[in-house]
């Protein structure tokens, strides 16, 4: 079974950017979708964006084009570029594979 393991968490203040990545423990050639989606203490995990096996991404309305998400299948990666981060954007981010999840890495957007 895929391990993930993400990174790039981190303070940062309003409007500025971050990059998390989500290394696997094996190919990503063949996984169907990859996913980051995020949670917030005491609410639902929702999904942020996703990407394909053949690199066809999709996006939540909240990402209202400051995020992209991108992957690296040589380096079995896949990255989430954030920027013009709000403090709504605070949350610990996850990312998932088929039915795998990483341990996640918080995302603190505060002055």
């Known amino acids: 079974q895929v391990q993930l393991v993400e990174s790039g968490g981190g303070l940062v203040q309003p409007g500025g950017s971050l990059t998390l990545s989500c290394s696997a423990s094996e190919s990503i050639f063949t996984i169907r979708s990859m996913d980051w989606y995020r949670q917030v203490p005491g609410q639902q995990r929702e999904l942020v964006a996703g990407?394909?096996?053949?690199?066809?991404?999709g996006y939540a309305r909240f990402v209202k084009d400051r995020f992209r998400i991108s992957k690296n299948s040589a380096k079995n990666t896949i990255y989430l570029r954030m920027t013009h981060l709000e403090p709504e954007d605070t949350a610990v981010y996850y990312c998932k594979a088929s039915d795998v999840w990483g341990q996640g890495t918080q995302v603190t957007v505060s002055s």
């Open positions: 990407i394909t096996s053949d690199g066809i991404t």
